[in-house]
C-alpha cells in the first residue's frame, strides 16, 4: 500500500477531507507536524518524521506550514527541500511555495513571464517608499500596502494622495507596495481559480463587504465558470511558479481587463468546496497519486 504523509500543523477541516480522499484511492495517509521533524544525520536518510521512522513516505501532500521564527520557517521548508532532493514527490514543491509565499518574488515572477499583474514595488528605504506613494497618488491613484509574509487579507491598507507610509516596524521593515486596482463601483469582487494538474478545476466569485474580497474577512462565495481567458490566466500564473496545484486570485478592473492579484501554494478550499458540486480534495489527490506518485513507483519497478 502506498503511504503518503499530509504536512501540517493540524489535522482540520481540509486535513481530514485529503485522508478520506485518500483512503478512497487505496492510500494510507498520515498526518506529519512539520515543527515534529528533526535533522538526524544517524537516520538513514538524515532526516526523522514522525510515522515515518522506518521508511520514508511515498510521496507528501503540503497542507500548512505554520509560522514561527525565520529560522523555523526555512527548517519546515528544509525537510521538503530534502524530500525533494531524495526523489519523494512533494505537493506542491519547497521551491514553489517559497515563490508564493514570498509576494515580492510572485510579483517579480509572474511579470517576467508575462502575465498580468498590478505595478508593483518592494523596498526596505522609507525615502523610495514615500517617493513611489508620491508619484503613484498625484494623479488620484492609490496604492495597496501588504505584509511581504502575509494571507487571508491581514495586514492590507489603502494609501491614497496625502497619506503617510506606514511605520517600518508595522511591516517587518519591507514596504510591499502594489498598485490599487479599482472595482466597477459597488461591485467589491474578485475570482479565486483553482488549478491542479495543468487544469483549471474549479472556481468561484468572492464578494467582500468592503474592498478586501477575503473569505476570511466576510466574503460571500458564489459559484461560476471560469472563462477561457480567465482559466488561461491562471494557468499562466501557476505555470510561472512552478506549481502543481494553486489557488489564483484573479480582479477585473474597472475597464475590464484580467490581472493576477495573488497566487496561493497552499490554497484552502472551505469556502470553494461549498460552491463546488464535486469533492475538491479528491480531485487533489487523484491528481496527487495518478500524476506525481504512480509514474515514480512504476519507474522504480
Not at 67 to 93: A, C, K, M, W
Not at 184 to 198: H, M, S, Y
Request: net charge positive.
Amino acid at each position: 500500500m502506498l503511504r503518503v504523509a499530509i504536512y501540517t500543523d493540524e489535522a482540520g477541516w481540509h486535513g481530514a477531507r485529503l485522508r478520506r480522499a485518500f483512503r478512497a484511492r487505496g492510500v494510507e495517509a498520515r498526518y506529519v507536524r512539520p515543527e515534529a521533524c528533526r535533522v538526524d544525520l544517524g537516520a538513514p536518510h538524515g532526516i526523522v518524521m514522525p510515522g515515518f521512522e522506518r521508511a520514508l513516505p511515498d510521496g507528501v501532500f503540503v497542507r500548512g506550514i505554520p509560522g514561527g521564527t525565520l529560522e523555523q520557517i526555512v527548517l519546515r521548508l528544509d525537510f521538503l527541500h530534502l524530500l525533494g532532493e531524495l526523489g519523494v514527490p512533494v505537493y506542491n514543491s519547497a521551491r514553489a511555495i517559497e515563490k508564493s509565499v514570498d509576494k515580492a518574488m510572485t510579483s517579480l515572477l509572474l511579470a517576467r513571464a508575462g502575465v498580468p499583474t498590478p505595478p508593483t514595488w518592494a523596498t526596505e528605504s522609507a525615502v523610495q517608499a514615500r517617493r513611489i506613494l508620491l508619484r503613484e497618488t498625484a494623479g488620484g491613484g492609490e496604492l495597496v500596502v501588504k505584509p511581504l509574509f502575509g494571507s487571508q487579507g491581514k495586514g492590507l491598507r489603502r494609501l491614497a494622495r496625502g497619506d503617510a507610509i506606514p511605520e517600518a516596524a508595522e511591516y517587518a521593515g519591507v514596504w510591499y507596495l502594489q498598485r490599487f486596482v479599482p472595482s466597477a463601483p459597488g461591485q467589491w469582487r474578485d475570482w479565486r481559480v483553482l488549478v491542479a494538474g495543468g487544469a483549471a478545476v474549479a472556481a468561484m466569485v468572492r464578494r467582500g463587504r468592503s474592498w478586501i474580497n477575503n473569505v476570511a474577512r466576510g466574503a460571500r462565495c458564489e459559484p461560476c465558470e471560469p472563462d477561457p481567458a480567465m482559466s488561461r490566466l491562471a494557468l499562466d500564473a501557476a505555470r510561472a511558479l512552478g506549481m502543481d496545484y494553486a489557488g489564483v486570485d484573479i480582479m477585473r478592473d474597472a475597464r475590464g481587463a484580467l490581472t493576477v492579484i495573488e497566487v496561493n501554494s497552499i490554497p484552502a478550499w472551505k469556502g470553494l468546496q461549498g460552491v463546488t458540486g464535486f469533492d475538491i480534495a479528491q480531485r487533489l489527490v487523484d491528481d496527487f497519486v495518478q500524476r506525481r506518485l504512480r509514474p515514480r513507483l512504476e519507474a522504480a519497478g
